[in-house]
Structures are given as structure tokens and as C-alpha cells.
């Protein structure tokens, strides 16, 4: 570790942190009694704590976020020149690194055209669920409102976010939530809810039946991630989303693709929804647009959608009355623009898709040899594994057995996750999500130490 600070200058930190800080999904009774945990610095796939213990980073700062590894200097450099430049104006004015990144993105999204910045996914879902509602009231008399979204999908932590959320442990006790946002149900075939080949197609047909139950006219737009995060990283079954498109098309359904957290390389393509050969209306990005050196999120969209915000010119109420004051910060774009010439010049999809390959046959090994493991899901650096007391009968392995696997690997020096507070009895899938620059020593390191915490944890 380089900080200059000896661990015992952080003593003063550790209590500042604990007296005033209220970390986020977090039960912090503990920290009565434990230290809070304090990251203080990072390079590559690696970070530090606060006793100066290093940790190989499994989940790309937790939450499938740092895809271009710690200590990026030219991100920073170019973030700090922009800034002294022109740090900030509200977005109805443009900005040098704002349109460059735009016209960067646009390239990388065919069939997309349009790009509105904002400062979160939870914001740039809302922004489109805004968008939907608007289109209602411009073309179907505001009748045209409902937004499906599925079972176990999570869109963000805000009120309109979380009536669009699937995942009823992160929901409870928040409502009552807004109207007009319906579930369709999950695609995870190891917990399958039909007997059929085709599960793929079949559960995409359970949407065509909610929207046939709910009047095709009220149905708006159909949100969805490319897989599923944090719900299980749940890959869609074959059949699947070509399916989805076609329901889409029956119904006049804007199809909005949450790739808040496949957005930018995590799958091996710039966006989740490409593996599949989806045509989005609407596409919605933020953890990896900038690799965590700067907030910013982003909604895409086709020349069609844009388009019907600019038919009536003299209408005042006509276009997207919408603003997001940290949408005008140049940080974000200056970010983004290195984080994605680092993506393209080192060659970071071709090793995610690599390294994905090494990671999934590492798992499949582990399943192999563990009975616990009851099935691995993944595509590219995005990765998770469902443990389960029982093979046969799928019952899930409990919670804090699967915690203590994750606070195993902590010990021994790397950092992985698993599903949390997300859906009721199945906050048990080990989630790994290493940045796109991770070696094949890194992913034989990481599931090493998830194997060692497997034989510890379930003798
Ligand atoms: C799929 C997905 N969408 C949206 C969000 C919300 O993003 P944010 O926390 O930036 O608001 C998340 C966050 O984890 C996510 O996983």
C-alpha cells in the first residue's frame, strides 16, 4: 500500500466513520463492537483496508462497478484538466466532453441515436419511465401507461425505481409505491415455473400473457436487464429474448433494457442486451460508463423516441421537461471517454470474454466437487454460483451460510459477493464480477479461495 498515513492515522478516521457515518445496506449495530471497514486505496484488480490487508477484488468495487481496474491515472488526469476547464453547466447547454462521449456511445449502439446524461441508474431508469409516461399522454390519450418490468430484476433504489423492483426484501416497508407498474414473471430456468423444452420462449410468452391480461392498450413499456444482477445473475434462457422482441412489436411495447450494470464491457460486448440480438427503444447505463471515477448515467435512445419530443414546437408542454442538475457536470463525460479508449485500446471485451470462459470453468469444476453448489450461471466477467442445502430437492443453502463463504474469502484476502436482501429466501448465489482486465492468475486465485471457503464453510 503507498498511503502515506501509517494504519494508526487512521484511528481517528475509523471513529469518524463510526460516530457520523451511515453506510449503505447495512445493519450497523455490529459497529459497536467491530470496526467499520475502510477501502484507502486501490490499484488493478487490488485494494487496501484500512490495516493496510490487501484484497484481490472479485466484484469490481463491490458492485459490478470499477471495470477498468483502481488507479487509472489517465481517467484521473483528463478528469482534472476538464475540470479546470469548464467544470460544470446545466445540461441545456452542451459541453466538449459531453458531446464527444455522446457521438463515442452512439457509435458503439447501433439503431441508437440520442444520449441524456444523469447522475445514477435509479435516475436514468426514472428519466425513461418518465419518457414512456409522456409518450402515453402524446399518442394514446396518457392510456398507454403501464410499465411491465420482472420478477427479481432490480432498477434502483428510489420510489419509481423501486415500483418497477422485483426484489420484495429491498421493497418491504417502503411502499406505498406508484401506480401503473405490473410484474411479469423470472426467466431463471433452474427455478423453473413451467415443464416445457422451450423454456426460453415460454417464459418470455408469461409477458405476452400479463399484457394480454392487463389490455394491450394500457401497456407502455416492458424494462428489463440483459441478466439479471443482482437478483441471481440469471442469464436468459434460449429463445428467450427473441421472443421478448416480438411481444414487444405485437403490443407497441417500448422495450427498455436495464444495462445499468452489464453497460460497458461486464458480458463481453459494450452492452448485455448485444449477446442477444435485441433492438432496444430505450437503454439505460451507469456503473461502468465511467468505471467509478466519476458519477454519471445515461439514457440512450432511438432517432423515433427522440423524435416525438420535438413535433410541436409551439406547444410548450411538447418536449421532455426534465432536468438532472449533475446531468451538467463535465467529470462524468471526461471520464467516460478514457474509461472507454482503456476498454478499446487494451483489448478489455476480448479478455472479458476470455477470462468469462476461464471463470465459468472454474465454477463448473467447483460444482463439480461441491455438492453445495447447485448451479452456475454467467456470461463474460459476470458470474454467480447457487448454492443449495440439497441437490435434489433445490432448497436453497441458507443465508448465513452463504454469507459466511463470502466473510471466508474476505479473510483470506479476496473480496466476492452474493445476492443480498433481494429475494426472499434466495439471498443465496455467490455473485463474482473481477474487472475486464483481471488475469488468468487473478480468476484461478478467486475461485481458489471460493473453493477453500466451500470446504471450510460446508465440510
Ligand atoms: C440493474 C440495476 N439497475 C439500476 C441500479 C441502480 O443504480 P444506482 O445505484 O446507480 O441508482 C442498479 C444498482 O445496483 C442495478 O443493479
Redesign the pocket.
Known amino acids: 500500500m503507498n498511503t502515506q498515513l501509517s494504519p494508526n492515522d487512521l484511528t481517528g478516521v475509523v471513529e469518524a466513520d463510526r460516530a457520523h457515518l451511515w453506510h449503505h445496506l447495512i445493519q450497523h449495530k455490529p459497529f459497536e463492537t467491530t470496526d467499520p471497514r475502510i477501502i484507502v486505496e486501490g490499484k488493478g484488480m487490488r485494494v487496501w483496508d484500512q490495516h493496510g490487508k490487501e484484497h484481490l477484488d472479485g466484484v469490481s468495487g463491490g ?2 462497478t470499477v471495470n477498468v481496474g483502481y488507479g487509472r491515472e489517465r481517467i484521473a488526469n483528463a478528469v482534472r484538466d476538464q475540470l479546470i476547464q469548464m467544470n460544470y453547466f446545466a445540461n441545456s447547454a452542451g459541453s466538449i466532453p459531453g458531446a464527444r462521449f455522446a457521438e463515442k456511445l452512439i457509435d458503439k449502439m447501433p439503431g441508437m441515436s440520442r444520449v441524456y446524461y444523469v447522475n ?4 436514468a ?1 426514472e428519466k425513461v419511465f418518465k419518457m414512456v409516461r409522456q409518450i402515453a399522454h402524446k399518442r394514446h390519450g396518457g392510456r398507454k401507461h403501464k410499465i411491465l418490468y420482472r420478477e427479481r ?6 420510489l419509481a ?1 423501486m415500483s418497477a423492483g422485483g426484489q420484495y426484501e429491498r421493497n418491504a416497508q417502503y411502499g406505498p409505491f406508484a401506480p401503473g407498474f405490473v410484474e411479469v414473471p423470472h426467466c431463471l430456468e433452474y427455478r423453473a415455473q413451467w415443464d416445457t423444452e422451450n423454456y426460453g420462449e415460454r417464459a418470455a410468452d408469461a409477458i405476452e400473457e400479463v399484457i394480454l391480461r392487463e389490455g394491450p392498450d394500457t401497456v407502455g413499456a416492458l424494462c428489463l ?1 440483459p441478466v439479471t ?2 437478483g441471481g445473475v440469471i442469464t436468459p434462457p434460449d429463445g428467450y429474448w427473441p421472443r421478448v422482441q416480438e411481444i414487444c412489436q405485437k403490443y407497441d411495447v417500448l422495450l427498455h433494457i ?1 444495462e ?2 452489464c453497460g460497458l464491457g461486464r458480458t463481453g460486448t459494450w452492452f448485455g442486451y448485444q449477446n442477444y440480438g435485441v433492438e432496444p427503444d430505450f437503454v ?1 447505463m ?2 461502468g460508463v465511467a468505471s467509478g471515477y466519476a458519477a454519471i ?1 445515461c439514457v440512450a435512445t432511438t432517432e423515433e423516441v427522440f423524435s416525438m419530443f420535438k413535433q410541436e414546437p409551439d406547444d410548450p408542454m411538447d418536449y421532455f421537461r426534465d432536468i438532472s442538475t449533475f446531468g451538467g457536470c463535465t467529470a462524468g463525460p471526461a471520464a467516460a471517454l478514457e474509461n472507454m479508449a482503456i476498454i478499446e485500446e487494451e483489448g478489455l471485451l476480448a479478455n472479458t470474454i476470455e477470462m468469462g470462459a476461464r471463470l465459468m470453468g472454474n465454477l463448473e469444476a467447483l460444482k463439480e466437487k461441491h455438492a453445495v453448489v447447485g448451479d452456475v450461471r454467467g456470461k463474460g466477467l459476470f458470474a454467480g454460483a447457487e448454492l443449495v442445502a440439497d441437490r435434489a430437492t433445490k432448497e436453497p443453502a441458507h443465508e448465513k451460510t452463504v454469507q459466511a463463504v463470502v466473510a471466508d474469502c474476505m479473510a483470506q484476502g479476496f473480496v466476492i459477493g452474493a445476492t443480498n436482501r433481494s429475494v426472499p429466501g434466495f439471498n443465496n448465489t455467490l455473485c463474482l464480477s473481477p474487472a475486464l482486465i483481471a488475469t488468468p492468475d487473478d480468476i484461478d486465485a478467486l475461485t481458489d479461495a471460493i473453493d477453500a471457503a466451500l470446504t471450510r464453510v460446508y465440510p
Not at 153 to 158: L, P, V
Open positions: 458492485v459490478w445514477s441508474g435509479s435516475e431508469n430484476d432490480y432498477h434502483g433504489s428510489t425505481a436487464e444482477a443482482g436495464d445499468v450494470v439505460t451507469a456503473k448515467a
